[in-house]
């Protein structure tokens, strides 16, 4: 893992290819960037491939603020300058997502492009919650009990890798996942993360940023997009209705069905989303292989 100086802390992130375009894996809550060790090799041999631990989580720094959507907004940033990346495609998972989205819609003339799996698409409601995710969600958000659950029991950690994936993993993956947080008080980004969940307008930060990014979605025809389905789980974020607005909010957007998978795709099916991620990347003609294609033809 490289590493970059950002404001008062550092960002780790793993880099791997080479060449003009950088594509840039962001991952979610409780992951880190070994969400993507076994995805970004089929993307690696065609382009410059990074994917950063977020601030607090994985071998990123822990500073001593708030863990706020805007906070990790502001190291995101700062990590982007560092390495003077421009002309990007972003890759979102989860949370990595809802960053992703808001770095584009901020940076429009920046991004060649966005590939999106089990993310946040727009605000939610919880009428359109299932009944567990909603009382889920709820629990992490009352003072003490969110407390108890994530930073004392450590249930995101506990749980993400059996109930969150089809295939549960091993403890040597597990592991890596595990050890940024070995205290209560170092799994505080874990708590931010649920309680910044979108949902019926709160908190309204949030969802203004995820707002302004629709706008972006809806209106950036000249940024190719690709949103990445899966099925056979009942924990998955983007299912048949989400996919139907996407096709009708999401300019120059194209789907592509991955496969069985829990809401942790990357664990289930990390071939399924490499091989595919790569295929977009050469029929836009952005990688060195699409050049080389070209070139042949």
């Known amino acids: 893992m490289a590493t970059a100086h950002v404001i ?72 982007f300058e560092a390495l003077d990346l421009d002309e990007v495609v972003l890759v979102g998972h989860d949370w990595g997502g809802v960053l992703a989205l808001d770095w584009a819609a901020r940076h429009p003339a920046r991004v060649r492009g966005v590939a999106l799996l089990e993310t946040m698409l727009k605000p939610l409601a919880s009428a359109e919650m299932p009944a567990p995710a909603r009382s889920r969600f709820e629990a992490f958000r009352t003072p003490g009990v969110g407390e108890q659950l994530v930073l004392e029991e450590n249930i995101f950690i506990e749980t993400a890798f059996t109930g969150g994936v089809l295939n549960p993993l091993g403890e040597a993956d597990v592991q890596p996942y595990r050890a940024p947080y070995p205290t209560p008080r170092s799994r505080r980004p874990l708590l931010a993360w649920p309680r910044m969940m979108p949902i019926d307008g709160e908190p309204a930060d949030v969802v203004a940023r995820i707002t302004a990014y629709d706008a972006w979605l809806a209106a950036s025809t000249d940024v190719p997009k690709l949103l990445l389905t899966f099925d056979s789980s009942p924990t998955l974020l983007i299912g048949e209705d989400m996919i139907a607005w996407s096709r009708e909010n999401i300019a120059s957007l194209e789907i592509e069905h991955c496969g069985p998978a829990g809401h942790h795709a990357p664990e289930d099916q990390p071939d399924a989303i490499g091989e595919a991620i790569a295929r977009w990347l050469d029929a836009q003609g952005l990688t060195s292989n699409a050049v080389k294609d070209v070139v042949s033809s």
Do not use: C
């Open 8 to 79: 008062d802390s550092h960002i780790a992130y793993a880099e791997a290819g080479e060449g003009a375009l950088p594509v840039v894996f962001l991952h979610g809550n409780p992951t880190s960037s070994h969400l993507w060790r076994n995805v970004t090799p089929h993307v690696s041999g065609r382009a410059r491939t990074l994917a950063p631990d977020l601030i607090g989580m994985g071998t990123s720094g822990k500073p001593d603020i708030d863990y706020g959507f805007a906070d990790q907004v502001r190291y995101l940033d700062a990590w």
